[in-house]
């Protein structure tokens, strides 16, 4: 029989008038391997049928599951109850995105204000020859972007980030690192003056104030701020 553990997860549901916030507490026989998913998943067919939570792949894919852990974002489905050795877990939702109900946020839509905003999509002159084979780019420089963009928007240097916390629209480490999968990527011909003016303010890359929470949570282990810092040298020369 393995260990019992204590979930306690924060529960408020913002679009009833009589829900108020809480914690509730569950307990629950830890099983080998047990990962966070897997334990939400039980609590909720076996205690509590309306604890809200997301989920899709399970594997870290997706970019669903993140949630506050004991203090800190993580993907539920990456996040072993093992390793957490007093057995008490307290879940709560992510801060900085619009929350749907108990330990689910709307990501998407932050993430969608995210694009829009870096105008997150090749930009060229050139007319597309649909007929015609994409204009190839040397294997180093693919693997540069490919590298940048393994990013899943599951908003976990978002929601890590103390600059988010004090600037509202700080577009985040997401977003500087979107900014520089478009720079890195030569199909794509905006300017430095164009990546300027887009992200060229507080609430772009000279707004990060390096504390570094970004990367050191990422489950993608992006070089985040190492981005962030290439981008700030590029573009203060504008200044
Ligand atoms: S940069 Fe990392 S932490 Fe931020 S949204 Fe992408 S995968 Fe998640
Ligand atoms: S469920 Fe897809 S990343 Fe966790």
């Known amino acids: ?3 019992m553990i204590t979930i ?3 529960k408020y549901n913002p679009n009833s008038k009589v829900s108020k ?3 509730a507490k569950y307990e629950l026989e830890e099983t080998d391997g047990m990962t966070l998913f897997v334990a939400l998943t039980k609590i909720r067919e076996e205690l509590d049928h309306d604890l809200s939570f997301d989920f899709v792949c399970r594997a870290g894919i997706c970019g669903s599951c993140g949630m506050m852990v004991n203090g800190t974002p993580k993907l539920a489905c990456r996040t072993l109850t093992k390793d957490y050795e007093d057995g008490v877990i307290q879940l709560m939702p992510m801060p900085a995105f619009k929350l749907i109900k108990d330990l689910s946020v709307n990501t998407g839509e932050w993430m969608d204000g995210m694009s829009k905003r870096v105008e997150s999509w090749i930009h060229s002159n050139e007319e597309p020859d649909y007929s015609k084979l994409e204009r190839p780019i040397e294997p180093d420089v693919a693997d ?7 990013c899943v928007e599951c908003g976990i240097c978002v929601a890590a980030c103390g600059t988010k916390l004090m600037r509202p629209d700080f577009v985040g480490a997401v977003g500087l690192n979107r900014v520089a999968r478009f720079e890195a990527d030569p199909h794509d011909q905006r300017s430095d003056e164009d990546f300027y003016e887009l992200v060229g303010d507080d609430n772009g890359v ?3 104030m390096s504390l570094l929470a970004c990367e050191d949570n990422c489950p993608k282990h992006l070089p985040l701020q190492s981005k962030i810092a290439y981008m700030r040298r590029k573009l203060v020369a504008l200044r």
């Open 8 to 10: 306690k997860a924060l």
């Open 144 to 150: 540069a972007v490919f590298e940048i963009d393994r």
């Open 206 to 208: 000279f707004g990060c």
């Open 21 to 23: 916030a809480h914690f």
């Open 1 to 3: 029989m393995g260990r």
